[in-house]
């Protein structure tokens, strides 16, 4: 291979590379787009808004994802991957009222971050039937009922009513009320939860 021929392949390589970066970035700045729009509570989250947000053109949003749905599943992968440190369940081993706390502070950061998603679920079409959000967020409500059992081994062996219970006060549309519906401070929030889960417990 000649010296002109190498430097012909590596420069072509680079060029690739150069390219795959690009698109890489502007992938990201598409879902950043689209998480931001969400966050704001913006009635529009079409390729129009989601472009102007990202800086890209609309046709580039279909040139990088298929169609809206895949937009907004990718973002809501994304986020799956966010969430797996707070899913974790709390050590059964440590007492009832600090194993309760540290599960609802866990669910507090984690809601926190998923809020915008689950909120366009009731506002947006494409989000609300979109079949990879809404396998994601079976996977993940899945994944927060296993939480609870295996925080709370012995309080729900073979009480199903008592898990079910629980996760109904944990879940994302109990902590929603608090913290939007009724406007509490995440703290105040996390304090509600906590007293409801150990009467739930107690009983």
């Not at 060029?15 to 966050?39: C, P």
């Not at 899945?142 to 609870?148: H, I, N, T």
């Amino acid at each position: 291979m000649t010296p002109e021929n190498s430097t012909s392949v590596d420069e072509r390589v680079e060029h690739v590379d150069g390219r795959s970066a690009r698109g890489a970035r502007t992938r990201k700045a598409i879902l950043d787009a689209l998480y931001e729009l969400l966050q704001e509570g913006r009635g529009g989250t079409g390729a129009r808004a989601i472009a102007e947000r990202a800086g890209v053109s609309p046709r580039s949003v279909f040139q990088h994802f298929e169609d809206l749905e895949a937009v907004y599943g990718e973002l809501a992968a994304r986020q799956e991957g966010a969430l797996n440190p707070y899913l974790a369940p709390v050590d059964p081993l440590v007492p009832i009222v600090e194993r309760v706390d540290r599960l609802v502070a866990a669910r507090d950061e984690m809601y926190t971050i998923m809020a915008p998603i689950r909120r366009a679920l009731n506002v947006h079409y494409t989000a609300r039937k979109s079949p990879l959000v809404r396998n994601n967020l079976n996977r993940l409500h899945q994944a927060l009922r296993e939480q609870v059992t295996a925080t709370f081994p012995d309080e729900v062996a073979r009480d199903e009513r008592l898990l079910t219970q629980i996760d109904v006060c944990l879940s994302f549309e109990s902590w929603d009320q608090f913290t939007s519906r009724h406007g509490l401070t995440r703290t105040d929030a996390r304090g509600h939860l906590a007293g409801l889960v150990m009467s739930l417990i107690a009983r």
